[in-house]
């Protein structure tokens, strides 16, 4: 007989009616999902009143933290004022208004406009159309290319997944579409052998050069990157890579973009992830925790650079999404970032909590299941491992990192697995006891995962 327990009455109309996104539907039916009722702080709590830390700060998004009062008043007077207006014809509206000045006095000094969009895959796409039309509007057409990196997510949508580097998304929907192209990850860990970290990154970078000179200079349009990669497993480049990846960028004239959809708002203890790791992007893609998910809202950062060209087509940028701008979602970002500002929750991040979680999860690395613990800002991993001084994968990769996050659900705090590595990224509020909370929960977890791993002889 199965031990697994009857799906409660939720879970089964859940099962029969939802299709949930990155999921095995069919398994999950079976298993049931997990249903979460409320939130406050860093906490999440499900229907069966078990609380959880939300060390993955929902989806990368939270920053704030839940049921911040100040977002919601904001979102409901701006819902009763104008719940909805467009700015497609030559209209405008007040918070649209006032978040464009705010984000251009929050992001480094190349940028002033801003294209809204609702989600960071929209932003993307937008990006692929924006430097296309860049260079086409500076009589280049042919310079089309844009250069991702393999394990590089950039959304879900045809564009945004086809300059992500996953390739189990490429395999489902006949992607990339054409002219994207792919180089190696600054996966230090995982793809650097025995070379030196800072030697790696010059040598990873500099398969952008490589790539350029293939494609021709004459077909490259760009080069997109995320500061710290987040979905493929928090991987945080040497710090030679970036301003390598900038010196070829301004050699061959391409245009660099971020994306920072998980590192932009805070996370890595600047505004912004290409301040963090020096470099000066002409585009940058946003969304997550610029409303910390109280709303959605994303949107593109247009540099002085690029927008002068755009504004030069002579003709409508043919572009836009029926929720650019949406009021609601302006009002969220405009209260999320005055917390952030007010409470100063960057500086925390760069001189009190950041440091602080950053020295107790490295102690985490001296556990025989770690192979690496590593840490920027608020963002992390820890690489499982069978044999950690050699680095070694595990045999059937994957199954420690599920064991792992299971344990961790079940004993109270949400780490995210990405293949063998689980990932941390706690909202910006998280206390010091909660970070002890966090490490002491993670060592109790990695014991047990070792345990089981060992039970089921796959370690
Ligand atoms: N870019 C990056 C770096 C992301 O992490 C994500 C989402 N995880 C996206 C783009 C896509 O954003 P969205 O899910 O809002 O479309």
């Known amino acids: 007989m199965s031990q697994v327990p009857a799906l409660s009455l939720l879970q089964q109309t859940d099962a029969r009616h939802h299709f949930h996104p990155f999921s095995d539907n069919h398994e999950l039916a079976q298993i049931g999902t997990r249903i979460i009722d409320r939130a ?13 830390l939300d060390g993955m700060s929902g989806l990368w998004n939270v920053a704030v933290g839940y049921d911040r009062k100040e977002i919601i008043d904001a979102i409901t007077k701006q819902l009763h004022q104008l719940a909805y207006y467009n700015t497609f014809f030559k209209t405008s509206h007040m918070p649209a208004i006032e978040l464009s000045e705010l984000l251009a006095e929050i992001s480094p000094p190349q940028f002033n406009r801003v294209f809204y969009t609702s989600s960071g895959s929209e932003a993307n796409d937008t990006i692929i159309r924006m430097v296309r039309t860049y260079w086409a509007t500076k009589g280049a057409p042919e310079r089309q290319v844009i250069i991702g990196r393999w394990n590089g997510y950039h959304g879900s949508t045809i564009g945004g997944a086809s300059l992500g580097g996953m390739k189990y998304m490429h395999a489902q929907g006949g992607l990339p579409i054409s002219g994207i192209h792919h180089i190696d990850q600054p996966y230090w860990y995982g793809e650097g052998g025995d070379e030196d970290p800072e030697a790696f990154g010059i040598r990873v970078a500099r398969q952008l050069e490589t790539a350029i000179l293939e494609i021709g200079v004459d077909k490259v349009a760009a080069f997109i990157g995320e500061p710290v990669q987040g979905a493929g497993g928090v991987i945080i480049p040497p710090k030679s890579y970036w301003p ?7 050699q061959y004239g391409i245009l660099l973009i971020a994306d920072e959809v998980i590192c932009g708002f805070g996370r890595t203890g600047n505004w912004f992830g290409c301040q963090t790791f020096g470099f000066e992007p002409d585009l940058i893609a946003f969304a997550k925790a610029v409303s910390s998910g109280y709303q959605p809202i994303g949107g593109v950062l247009v540099s002085d650079k690029v927008a002068d060209v755009l504004d030069s087509i002579g003709d409508d940028f043919n572009h836009g999404y029926t929720n650019s701008a949406h009021p609601a979602g302006c009002a969220a970002a405009i209260a999320n970032i ?34 690496e613990a590593r840490m920027v800002g608020l963002i992390g991993a820890l690489e499982l491992s069978p044999d950690k001084a050699r680095r070694a994968p595990f045999a059937k990769v994957g199954s420690a990192g599920m064991i792992c996050r299971d344990i961790s659900f079940a004993s109270g705090l949400i780490m995210r697995a990405t293949r063998d590595t689980m990932l941390l990224a706690p909202p910006f509020i998280v206390s010091h006891d909660e970070v002890d909370f966090i490490v002491k929960t993670a060592r109790d977890v990695l014991d047990r995962t070792a345990l089981e791993l060992k039970e089921r002889g796959l370690a």
């Open 40 to 52: 406050e702080g860093v906490y999440i709590y499900d229907i069966e009143g078990n609380r959880i």
């Open 244 to 250: 390598e990846i900038q010196r070829i960028c301004n």
């Open 338 to 371: 005055r917390i952030i500002q007010n409470e100063k929750l960057i500086e925390r991040i760069r001189d009190d909590i950041g440091p602080y979680l950053q020295t107790r999860w490295a102690e985490l690395g001296d556990h025989p299941l770690v192979g």
